[in-house]
């Protein structure tokens, strides 16, 4: 069943009320640093998918910052039923991607964290696929889900602003299941992907779960 048999005819329970404080509204960061965007050599090609999205205005923890909330205040407004909803067999649910936003967002940041720190030791990839399957965000409350994110995502925030400056260029790279060296990036770079892949799966869930098109800002 797509997207739109499904909204026609599924009786969703109540949107949930969002009744926690926002943990980033006693953030009490207000300048944040400007961190130019990568040139293409600081990441790998297939991130471009990521990159696009974002702007040339060297303002990403602002945005970092500010579509934390944006994407709280969207996804409350979904129907409670559509946060466990699949459009195809496989694809995984809203839930299944928050989950999967918080998870990738660690593993950049600590990947970061090592290059800021000089330490270039090539790391191991995650499998996103298996990640989700063993998350059982299905079960998880979206209060939870949000709760954990908001602490990752000032974490992350703070990691960027108070890195020394020559670290942002500092590289690092990944390896493949052959041990191989891949996906070379600056600490910048990882830094504008969070920003992306996040834009990236907002995009995903608009087009595709809900049947929007996006004609300006994705959120």
Known sequence: MGPIAFMRHVQFKPKLRDNKPNLLEGFSLKNFRHIPKPDKSEYPAYSHIYFDLLNDDDSVLSLLYENAFKLRKFIYSLPEDMLTFRYASGKWTIKEILVHLIDDERIFAYRALRYARNDNTPLHGFDQDNYANYSQANNRSLESIFEEYQSV???????????????????????????????????????????????????????????????????
């Open 153 to 219: 995502r000032n974490s992350t925030i703070l990691l960027f602003q108070y890195l020394p400056e020559e670290a942002l260029l500092r590289r690092g790279a990944g390896l493949d299941e052959h041990n191989n060296i891949i996906n070379e990036r600056t600490v910048r770079a990882l830094a504008y992907h969070i920003a992306g892949h996040e834009l990236r799966h907002i995009k995903i869930i608009k087009e595709r779960y809900l049947n929007l098109t996006i004609e300006n800002e994705i959120i």
